[in-house]
């Protein structure tokens, strides 16, 4: 690879920093783990989602591509179905990213370098916070790192194993969050500013296609399920609403703080301004071109539409980098101490809060509490598992997505048997993956527990018998509240129909 422009000062040689950073992600590793399991956090409802969706393995649901769902199935059956062992993927794979982060930034400048990139990485607010939840972007981080690093490697020899991998690692990629299409972008960018004559070769095209054929199955799930995943991309931007929203454009840029840190995004945006050291060195440009634009096309969005905090976090593997270089080319390593450690404290104030905040005499409640919305649905499915024993039903039906994936989960690790969700939806409207597969017009079943709040009338025009039970204990917004629930069963149809 052309390493034109000039080096970082002072390059320090190997030192075992491979070995340090190893026991640091070790050490990170198990103190996350410890951490989560202190907190006995719930599974926030997408989690809870992507569970159910792992019960039945497709090529796509109804907001994501499928590999969520693959992973999460993967590790149930190495471990299990508890919270640890649905978490577990991404606490691996936001380490292994840091490695990444490393292997690249000691192919691009040092060891030193490389060491601190790693570190840097695996503290920012972003990795500290959705290494204790299972998230898409555990994945997306994950095969991002692993194609730039690849995609130096093309640049490097060129060779066809080189460029197979890469079009592997951007399919997968694809499969998991079709933000990943952005990478195929900022490498053609690279390759047309500073390599040119490698597009007048087959590799990078074939690759490219090989990257896109791995869409192919989604896109025919897609074609089957009225476009679901796609509708609900293009939906979520809100891009058919106001175009000029300030508001939306400085949360969105005072949240890029928070995923990378008070001090290390400073760094990113000084890198960023420093034109001629990065447009003079073919390394830097490369790492502003995989992090720069896929940033500024997200607060582009957030000025017209919407975006949110973590949809640029994909650039956030080269930023890191580039914020790293920046710090040590100008001598700043104090910034960069301070940037890690502040990032350390804030993630322990939010890993061990719940334990602080009682010790200066604040109380756990909403308002109070950032995991309050994940405390509480194991006990709710407690008792839903008692109502379903009791009434010898195995399927629960309800009309909000958050009741019916948090209740399914919890009411199945009670019983220890799967519990059909099922939707109650009269409006016919799409909005998530059980209103598409199973609502209660198009799925048969012989009794359900029917959670939520209805109108005793309509209940009896729509179910042929129908017995009040116990109201459930749910979380709710302002705290906990009763969830009214009812045995049902033969089903007439929405009100006598839609």
């Not at 960023?272 to 073919?282: K, M, Q, T």
């Not at 997200?298 to 956030?316: D, E, I, K, Q």
């Not at 719940?354 to 005499?361: E, K, S, T």
Request: aromatic letters at 12%; glycine letters at 6%; one cysteine or more.
């Amino acid at each position: 690879m052309d390493r034109s422009g000039s080096p970082l000062p002072n390059p320090s040689p190997a030192r075992g920093e491979g070995l340090y950073l190893g026991l640091a992600l070790l050490a990170l590793l198990a103190w996350r783990f410890f951490a989560a399991q202190d907190a006995g956090l719930n599974l926030s409802i997408d989690e809870a989602q992507y569970f159910l969706w792992s019960q039945a393995p497709a090529w796509g649901y109804f907001s994501k591509p499928p590999l969520i769902a693959w992973t999460i199935a993967a590790a149930v059956g190495l471990c299990g179905d508890s919270e640890s062992c649905i978490r577990l993927p991404a606490l691996l794979l936001f380490a292994a990213s840091a490695l990444l982060v490393a292997a690249i930034a000691r192919r691009l400048f040092d060891e030193e370098s490389a060491l601190w990139a790693g570190i840097a990485f695996a503290t920012l607010i972003l990795t500290s916070f959705y290494s204790l939840v299972m998230t898409t972007d555990a994945i997306l981080l994950f095969l991002w790192s692993l194609a730039l690093l690849l995609f130096l490697r093309t640049l490097d020899a060129d060779r066809w194993r080189d460029w197979l991998a890469l079009a592997a690692a951007v399919g997968l990629g694809l499969l998991a969050k079709y933000t990943m299409g952005l990478f195929l972008v900022c490498a053609l960018a690279v390759l047309w500013i500073d390599h040119r004559p490698r597009l007048a070769s087959p590799k990078p095209w074939i690759a490219a296609l090989l990257a896109l054929a791995f869409l192919i199955p989604n896109l025919l799930w897609n074609l089957d399920h009225q476009f679901a995943t796609l509708r609900h991309t293009a939906e979520i931007s809100q891009l058919d609403r106001q175009l000029f929203n300030p508001g939306s454009l400085l949360s969105f840029v005072l949240a890029q703080f928070g995923i990378m840190g008070p001090l290390l995004f400073p760094a990113l945006l000084l890198a960023a301004v420093d034109r001629p050291a990065w447009l003079g060195d073919s390394r830097q440009r490369l790492l502003a071109m995989f992090s720069l634009p896929v940033i500024g096309l997200f607060v582009v969005l957030a000025l017209l539409a919407r975006s949110h905090a973590n949809w640029a976090a994909p650039a956030y593997v080269a930023a890191t980098l580039f914020a790293v270089s920046l710090l040590l080319r100008r001598g700043y390593r104090r910034w960069l101490v301070a940037a890690i450690v502040l990032n350390l404290l804030l993630a322990a104030t939010l890993y061990h809060w719940h334990r602080l905040a009682p010790a200066v005499g604040i109380e756990l409640q909403k308002g109070t509490d950032p995991f309050h919305p994940l405390r509480g649905w194991d006990k709710a499915g407690a008792q839903l598992a008692g109502l379903l024993r009791s009434s010898d039903c195995r399927a629960i039906i309800a009309a909000e997505r958050a009741t019916l994936v948090q209740l399914a989960y919890y009411a199945r690790r009670s019983l220890a048997t799967p519990v059909t969700p099922l939707a109650y939806n009269p409006a016919g409207n799409i909005r998530n993956h059980f209103e598409l597969t199973a609502d209660i017009a198009r799925r048969n079943f012989d009794c359900a527990i029917l959670v939520g709040e209805f109108a005793p009338q309509r209940l009896q025009k729509e179910f042929a018998a129908v017995e009040t039970l116990p109201p459930l204990t749910v979380p709710r917004a302002d705290g906990t509240g009763a969830l009214p629930a009812y045995r049902v069963q033969g089903f007439r149809g929405y009100d006598g129909g839609r």
